[in-house]
Antibody, heavy 113, light 111 residues
Framework: EVQVVESGGGLVQPGGSLKLSCAISEFTFSNYWMNWVRQPPGKGLEWVANINPDGSARRHVDSVEGRFTVSRDNAKNLLFLQMNSLRGDDTAVYYC??????WGRGTLVAVSS | DVVMTQSPLSLPVTLGQPASISCRSSQSLGLGNGNTWLNWFQQRPGQSPRLLIDHVSNRDSGVPDRFSGSGSDTDFTLKISRVEAEDVGVYYCMQYSYWPHTFGQGTRLEI
């Protein structure tokens, strides 16, 4: 069974940085697009970024463009989200998902002074 | 960006009765290659989203057959033939025909 586990969330001050990681097991990771989706507390889902199987193409939603960067390490079955210049409206649970079929439990990022 | 509009936003239902959720997109999701990239997700209280339906009408593995998806162009529907207690939660449609991928606001199904 495929397992997806996010880590790296926490409390950070506005303007700070965090790097989220997502470990995927029992899965041919290098064959699939991977996505990050976030959910602010009590609100709906927002797609944040994705990356193609070999990591040569990536997209980010406009609200994070230039601040967040998605990347992957196919040798280690890892997905990353580097988040810089964090703002209060980035506060959310961040989910990693394998092409939307399998989701992790998410990791909470809280941006506050 | 493609705007996804769901209705209703709140759906009170009776156990054993059918339920239907509408999702409309601000532009056609049908691509020239014949693909329409529209998914439905269920999010139970306190849980991560779960894929129910992909490509408009394909149930994901393990999804009960009381769930069905249909539609085309800009108009899509998720139907539950007979609601069960475990169906309580929020349902989202999502398009990925275009960048950025976008979700509907969510429909809260309650018994």
């Amino acid at each position: 069974e495929v397992q997806v586990v996010e880590s790296g969330g926490g409390l950070v001050q506005p303007g700070g940085s965090l790097k989220l990681s997502c470990a995927i097991s029992e899965f041919t990771f290098s064959n699939y697009w991977m996505n990050w989706v976030r959910q602010p507390p009590g609100k709906g889902l927002e797609w944040v970024a994705n990356i193609n199987p070999d990591g040569s193409a990536r997209r980010h939603v406009d609200s994070v463009e230039g601040r967040f960067t998605v990347s992957r390490d196919n040798a280690k079955n890892l997905l990353f989200l580097q988040m810089n210049s964090l703002r209060g409206d980035d506060t959310a649970v961040y989910y990693c998902t394998t092409g939307f079929a399998v989701w992790g439990r998410g990791t909470l990022v809280a941006v506050s002074s | 960006d493609v705007v996804m509009t769901q209705s209703p936003l709140s759906l009170p239902v009776t156990l054993g009765q059918p339920a239907s959720i509408s999702c409309r997109s601000s532009q056609s999701l049908g691509l020239g290659n014949g693909n329409t990239w529209l998914n439905w997700f269920q999010q139970r209280p306190g849980q991560s989203p779960r894929l129910l339906i992909d490509h408009v009408s394909n149930r994901d593995s393990g999804v009960p057959d009381r769930f069905s998806g249909s539609g085309s162009d800009t108009d899509f529907t998720l139907k539950i033939s007979r609601v069960e207690a475990e169906d309580v939660g929020v349902y989202y449609c999502m398009q990925y025909s275009y960048w950025p991928h976008t979700f509907g606001q969510g429909t809260r199904l309650e018994i």
